[in-house]
C-alpha cells in the first residue's frame, strides 16, 4: 500500500514564524503536491513537483515555497506564517503524470497561525 | 471558467438507507471524473474514477454514473453504514495530455454525509 506520511498532525506557529510542513511517500512516485483545504472552498493546489529539484506552482502559491532535494519527500515552507495561513495542508503523491493516475493522500497537517 | 458543483453541501440519513450524491461540472477538455471519501482528520482516498467512454463505475456498495453529454456525475451508497460517514469529494481532470495533468484537477467542494443510527 502507498503510504503517504506528514511530519506533523496539529501545529500552532505565531505570526511571522517560519514553518515546515515535511512531506514523504514510500512509493516511489514521481509527483507530489502540497494543497491545503478550507470550510467551504474544498481543496486548492498550493504547489507541485514532478522531479527532484523541480516544482510548478499551482492555485495559490503566494506567501508559500516548496522544497524538493529528495525524490520521497517533498517540504511546504511558509516563510513568515501570517494568520490567513491557518488551514489544513494535505500533501499527495502520484505515480506518474497520466491524468488518470491516482493521488494518494497524507493524513493532513492542521495549522493554526496565532 | 472550470468548476465543479456538488449537491447537496450536507445530508443526514439513517443507517442502511440508500443516498444519491451528485456532482456537476463544465469542465473542457474532460479527462476523466474521480469521487474520493474523506473521513473526518484524514486525507482524501479515492473511491471510483470514470473516463469519457465509461458511465458507471462500482465499488462495493459505492456505485458512480457519469453522463458526459450532461456533464453529471453521481455517487450512489447502498445500505449505508455508520463507517460512511464521511465528506465525498468530486474532482475532474481538465486535461487529456501526458504532461502536466496531475497538476490540472478541478475540486469539488464536497458533500458531507452523517448515517445515524
Known amino acids: 500500500d502507498v503510504k503517504v506520511t506528514q511530519s506533523s498532525r496539529y501545529l500552532v506557529k505565531r505570526t511571522g514564524e517560519k514553518v515546515f510542513l515535511e512531506c514523504v511517500q514510500d512509493m516511489d512516485h514521481e509527483n507530489m503536491f502540497w494543497y491545503r483545504q478550507d470550510p467551504g472552498l474544498g481543496l486548492r493546489l498550493i504547489y507541485f513537483s514532478y522531479d527532484v529539484k523541480m516544482k510548478e506552482k499551482g492555485d495559490i502559491p503566494e506567501g508559500y515555497s516548496v522544497s524538493r532535494e529528495k525524490k520521497e519527500r517533498f517540504s511546504l515552507i511558509l516563510e513568515s506564517a501570517s494568520t490567513n495561513q491557518t488551514s489544513m495542508y494535505l500533501c499527495a503523491s502520484s505515480l506518474g503524470d497520466r491524468s488518470t493516475d491516482t493521488q494518494y493522500f497524507g493524513p493532513g497537517t492542521r495549522l493554526t497561525v496565532l | 471558467k472550470n468548476q465543479v458543483e456538488q449537491s447537496p453541501q450536507s445530508l443526514i440519513i439513517l443507517e442502511g438507507k440508500n443516498c444519491t450524491l451528485q456532482c456537476n461540472y463544465t469542465v473542457s477538455p474532460f479527462s476523466n471524473l474521480r469521487w474520493y471519501k474523506q473521513d473526518t482528520g484524514r486525507g482524501p482516498v479515492s473511491l471510483t474514477i470514470?473516463?469519457?467512454?465509461?458511465n458507471t463505475k462500482s465499488n462495493g456498495r459505492y456505485t458512480a454514473t457519469l453522463d458526459a453529454d450532461t456533464k453529471q456525475s453521481s455517487l450512489h451508497i447502498t445500505a449505508s453504514q455508520l463507517s460512511d460517514s464521511a465528506s465525498y469529494i468530486c474532482v475532474v481532470s481538465a486535461s487529456l495530455n501526458y504532461g502536466g495533468s496531475q497538476g490540472n484537477l478541478i475540486f469539488g467542494k464536497g458533500t458531507k454525509l452523517s448515517v445515524k443510527p
Open positions: 470514470m473516463t469519457f467512454s465509461e
